[in-house]
C-alpha cells in the first residue's frame, strides 16, 4: 500500500533488457539503507519487488505484463523516477490509497505555468477516463494528484510548488507518457454498479454524478 506522496526522486543505474521482460536498478541513496529484499517499491508508480540491495542500489524484475501496461519500458540509464517505499502501519496517511497497480497511461498533452504553480493536461483513454471524478485522487506516475477537470479524452490536474520541486513532474515536457492508476474506491463502486445498472447504461463520471458520487 502507497500513499502517492513521493519520498525522492532517484536516478535509474542500469537497465537490462530481453525479449520480455526487464532488469531494472534504481540508486536509491540513503532510501536504500532501510531497504532490504522482498520489499515493495514503488517506481514511478508501479509496484516492483527489491531483488537485491548493494550500497544504494536496488535491483528489481519487470515482468513483460508490467511492460505492456506501464511506461517503464521507455526508461533509460540515468532517468529520473518517483520513488516511494511501501507505507507503515503507523505513517500518516497524506495522500490516498494507491495500490502500485497501475491502469493504463497517459500522455501530457499541455502544460500551463502560472507562477510557481503549473496545470497539467492529460491525454487518456475512455476506460481510464471513465474511472474518474472531478475532485477524486488519481495517481500520475506514483504522485497523488486531485482532478480539477475532466473532458471526453482528458484530465487536468493543478500542481503546487512542493509537487514539482519533489516529483518529477518539475522536469515534466508535453508530449511524455506518464503511468496512471485510477483511484480504487471509484474502480470498486464502477464495478458494482456495472452489474446493477441496465446492460445498455454506460457508467460514466457523469452518470456516477447522477448516482450521487
Not at 84 to 99: I, Q, S, W, Y
Request: proline fraction near 1%; include cysteine.
Amino acid at each position: 500500500m502507497f500513499t502517492g506522496l513521493i519520498e525522492k526522486i532517484c536516478s535509474v543505474r542500469s537497465i537490462n533488457r530481453n525479449a520480455n521482460s526487464m532488469h531494472l536498478s534504481i540508486n536509491l541513496g540513503d532510501l536504500a539503507r532501510e531497504c532490504k529484499v522482498g520489499d515493495s517499491i514503488a517506481i514511478n508508480g508501479v509496484c516492483l519487488t527489491v531483488t537485491k540491495i548493494a550500497e544504494n542500489f536496488a535491483d528489481f524484475d519487470v515482468s513483460g505484463e508490467t511492460l505492456s501496461k506501464t511506461s517503464l519500458k521507455n526508461l533509460n540509464t540515468s532517468s529520473k523516477v518517483n520513488v516511494e517505499r511501501a507505507m507503515k502501519p503507523t505513517d500518516r496517511f497524506g495522500g490516498h490509497f494507491v495500490l502500485g497497480h497501475v491502469d493504463g497511461t497517459a500522455k501530457i498533452e499541455k502544460i500551463v505555468r502560472n507562477g510557481e504553480f503549473a496545470d497539467f493536461k492529460f491525454s487518456a483513454d475512455a476506460e481510464l477516463i471513465n474511472s474518474m471524478v472531478e475532485k477524486g485522487s488519481t495517481a500520475v506516475d506514483g504522485i497523488s494528484l486531485t482532478i480539477c477537470k475532466i473532458e471526453k479524452n482528458s484530465f487536468h490536474a493543478a500542481v503546487i510548488p512542493q509537487t514539482l520541486q519533489k516529483t518529477t513532474l518539475g522536469n515534466a515536457k508535453t508530449g511524455e507518457l506518464v503511468n496512471i492508476e485510477t483511484d480504487i474506491i471509484i474502480k470498486a463502486v464502477k464495478k458494482q454498479l456495472e452489474h446493477i445498472l441496465p446492460k445498455q447504461d454506460i457508467l460514466s463520471a457523469d452518470k456516477l454524478k447522477e448516482l450521487g458520487f
